[in-house]
């Protein structure tokens, strides 16, 4: 078990790095749009996001998650390479069709009508499609469990999405309209780069039937991410309709800090999670693994999670620039941090639900948390704005996590360690609170009490002895294995192989 959990987090290790490049790029971004383009832009830019966000939902009509569902179950590589053809060539052709027709949608929304609001749209809408044109070849690469080479790929994008930025933005002084042309000449020339990756993992024969029971398994799962996508931007949407663009702004740079935790930790462990959990889901014995895996995953959210809120406010300096007119964000990001816990969780529950093919119960539980999320945001943004959005994102989130989890237990049971992951939430949950009391004294002073606090965290929970003597010699094992910086490079060439 020890080892399956090693290689669990090694390929976590990996997915991480791929998403902090991410999220590094955005720390030289997210400045430069703050410099080069309005608070009222930013927020019609999260809004743009959201767009694509539901084409990336629509696309494939649920097929790729039935890719993921029966690549390891092919008996060959030649079948694995023609479910791969077939997968690719549909989610080309409903990921061209997706794009037109939000591409229309938007054209007709008063909302995204602005100065060369047509000719953004399209540009848009192209560099849409060119993303979505290699996000089955990185399903695959996951699939394949080569992380490191999905990581180069990744890298590559986010490397000339940086340069090109800085270059229409900076230099030539595009403007708003500089944001997506950067992003659709730097996903052309990424969808360039995978083509050989795609050429050598296809083998033409159309599996017709087959691809007719991943729709029929997936479409349930593509339902649920749509409802899912509701769930989380709806709020984005109504916060225009009662306050402004610039509240809308603000809230987005709130959510792209809190977002740190879904895309370091929580994407990248479910991923590398989800895929290895597809390879051993018929095997016995592995049901301990499952549960130490769900406690240790709680613990690096809990901690991420608290590093993210006690240094917020410098992250948010650090996103705009300095700007103080974005400062109001600062305190939406702590109950952001725990709506996305409660996220996190509820993505380790849907997966026994895909394994016992029980995909529509995942509709129907997103459906209510959709429900109840537009509701509450009716309800309680008019009052609370962005805070009261954060809150009721959270109460969805948790609302589908504890439905989730009925359902799961009535399939099978599995016995979570809920006494340590108890302490675990109750005790972030308490720390989380001390970002609303600490007091600011000095740049270096604060740094200094946060860091302090994040340890005592560590010493609080070795005293109240939520750890087991061999979880405690392996991190002692991994704290001589990686304290020195001169075995950094041969630690890493480690995790790779």
């Known amino acids: 078990m020890i080892n399956r959990l090693r290689g669990l987090f090694k390929q976590s290790f990996f997915y991480g790095i791929g998403n902090f490049l991410t999220k590094a790029s955005g720390l030289i971004l997210m400045p430069m749009y703050a410099l080069y383009i309005s608070k009222s832009e930013m927020g019609l830019l999260a809004l743009y996001e959201t767009a694509y966000l539901f084409l990336l939902m629509i696309s494939g009509w649920g097929a790729k998650g039935g890719f993921t569902r029966w690549y390891n179950e092919m008996k060959s590589k030649d079948e694995q390479k023609s479910l791969f053809f077939t997968t690719y060539f549909f989610n080309v052709f409903t990921s061209a069709l997706g794009a037109t027709i939000t591409a ?13 609001s047509k000719k953004i749209i399209i540009i848009f809408s192209l560099s849409s499609l060119f993303k979505l044109l ?150 016995d014995g592995v049901s301990r693994y499952h549960l130490k895996t769900f406690t240790y995953f709680i ?52 997966l026994p639900l895909t394994k016992f093919k029980k995909t529509k119960i995942i509709s129907v539980v997103m459906i209510m948390a959709g429900v109840i999320n537009i509701g509450l945001n009716l309800i309680v943004i008019p009052k609370f704005g962005k805070e009261g959005a954060a809150f009721t994102t959270a109460i969805s989130q948790l609302f589908a ?40 004294i000095s740049l270096f002073i604060d740094i200094v009490i946060k860091i302090l606090l994040l340890l005592s965290y560590f010493v609080m929970l070795y005293y109240l002895n939520v750890f087991e003597e061999i979880e405690i010699q392996n991190a002692k094992q991994a704290w001589a294995k990686w304290r020195h910086i001169s075995m950094f490079r041969s630690n890493i060439n480690s995790l790779k192989k």
């Open 401 to 440: 996590a504890v439905w989730f989890f009925y359902k799961v237990n009535q399939l099978e049971k599995i016995n979570y360690e809920w006494k340590k992951i108890s302490v675990f939430l109750f005790t972030g949950i308490l720390y989380c609170l001390l970002f609303f009391i600490i007091p600011s």
């Open 299 to 350: 613990l690096f959210m809990v901690v991420s999670g608290l590093g993210i809120v006690f240094f917020g406010k410098e992250i948010v300096y650090i996103l705009v620039a300095g700007k103080t007119e974005y400062f109001d964000a600062i305190t939406v990001i702590p109950i952001l941090i725990i709506g996305l816990l409660f996220s996190g969780v509820r993505q380790v529950f849907v």
């Open 104 to 116: 229309l949608i938007l054209l007709n929304l008063e909302i995204f009508n602005s100065i060369n």
């Open 134 to 283: 290699f996000d089955v070849p990185f399903i695959l690469l996951k699939l394949q469990q080569k992380a490191f080479k999905q990581t180069g790929y990744l890298a590559v994008n986010i490397i000339l999405t940086v340069l090109f930025t800085v270059y229409l933005l900076h230099y030539r002084k595009i403007g708003f309209q500089g944001v997506f042309l950067s992003q659709l000449l730097s996903n052309g020339l990424t969808w360039l780069i995978v083509l050989p990756l795609i050429s050598k993992n296809c083998k033409i024969k159309w599996q017709k039937k087959l691809l007719g029971e991943m729709i029929n398994y997936g479409y349930p799962l593509a339902i649920s991410n749509i409802l899912t996508l509701v769930l989380t931007v709806s709020d984005r949407y109504i916060l225009e309709a009662y306050y402004s663009l610039e509240v809308v702004g603000s809230f987005s740079v709130a959510i792209k800090v809190a977002n740190l935790l879904q895309v370091i930790v929580v994407t990248s462990f479910v991923t590398s999670y989800t895929f290895q959990y597809y390879k051993s889901m018929h095997e």
